[in-house]
């Protein structure tokens, strides 16, 4: 998961299922794995930039997001179609909350990959949340 900068997976209605995630994107100066910086250990969450933690080299937070993709694996909770989408960095408006959005490539149903559960049914859901809310 270290390569990773973002990971999610969750479940969409009864049948639909998502599982999302961003590599990390490499330093152009030294080709190390960029993230968000770290402080004593902590990670920055609410940073405005990556850096580099080899060399240092920072980006900021939107030039950089812009230049990085979402991988999805899907089953589409309308058609069951599963299938794979790979989407822009960059969240938008849906039903009311920012969200990841692409199209079921067979149905054409939206689907959102939103921030958090809006409503976590079960206390086992909890484990589902992102691990880094950005
Ligand atoms: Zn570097
Ligand atoms: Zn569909």
Redesign the pocket.
């Known amino acids: 998961m270290d390569e990773c900068l973002y990971f999610t997976r969750r479940t969409e209605g009864d049948k639909g299922h998502i599982m999302a995630w961003a590599f990390k994107k490499k330093c152009p100066k030294c080709g190390a794995l960029m993230g968000k910086p770290v402080e004593k250990g902590k990670v920055k969450i609410r940073a405005k930039e990556y850096v580099c933690g080899e060399c240092g080299y920072t980006e900021e937070k939107a030039e950089h997001e812009a230049s990085l993709t979402v991988s999805v694996k899907y089953t ?6 599963k299938g794979e989408e790979e989407i822009p960095f960059k969240r938008k408006a849906f039903q009311g909350t920012q969200a990841f959005v692409f199209n ?6 939206k689907i959102g990959i939103t921030k958090k559960m809006k409503a976590p049914k079960s206390k086992k859901k909890k484990a589902e949340v992102d691990p880094e809310d950005m």
């Not at 589409?76 to 179609?81: A, L, Q, S, T």
């Open positions: 589409c909770p309308k058609c069951e179609h079921c490539s067979e149905c054409g149903e």
